[in-house]
């Protein structure tokens, strides 16, 4: 059996110390550790939003605080382009996916190929939505 590898998937844009929290928190429970960094489209795709910072310097950013093993540039949204990519044991993702509908259908589609999904407590007095509300009301 091979290293266990995770996954820890965000748009990382404004960077803050919730995206912190889930890198250390995902880096514990993982042998190797692989970020994905969501593409601005896709980000304005699902979230109505383009990100400040470019996806290039985003991916520089996670890469360069030292706890991944490597980045990778989410293109679409489907969680299983990743795995076929990364070929990951487990997808981190904040509390508030569980039990939601996206929730259940990221277990479910990333379950279909052996993979798991691993919740962690959500960093709910920081988000990136919270810093842009800020920023745009300046």
Known sequence: MGPLVGYVPGVYD?????????LRQARE????????????EVCEQVKGLRPFVPLEE???IVDAIGIVDATYAELTTDKL???RE???DRVFKGD??????RGLELESRVGSVGAQVVY???TVHTSSTQLRRVITAS
């Open 14 to 22: 404004l960077f803050h110390i919730g995206h912190l929290n889930a």
């Open 29 to 40: 429970l993982c042998d190797v550790l692989v970020a994905g960094v969501v593409s601005d």
């Open 58 to 60: 985003r991916l520089a």
């Open 81 to 83: 382009d990743a795995w």
């Open 86 to 88: 990364v070929g990951f």
């Open 96 to 101: 508030d996916w569980r039990g939601t509908p």
């Open 120 to 122: 962690f407590p959500y």
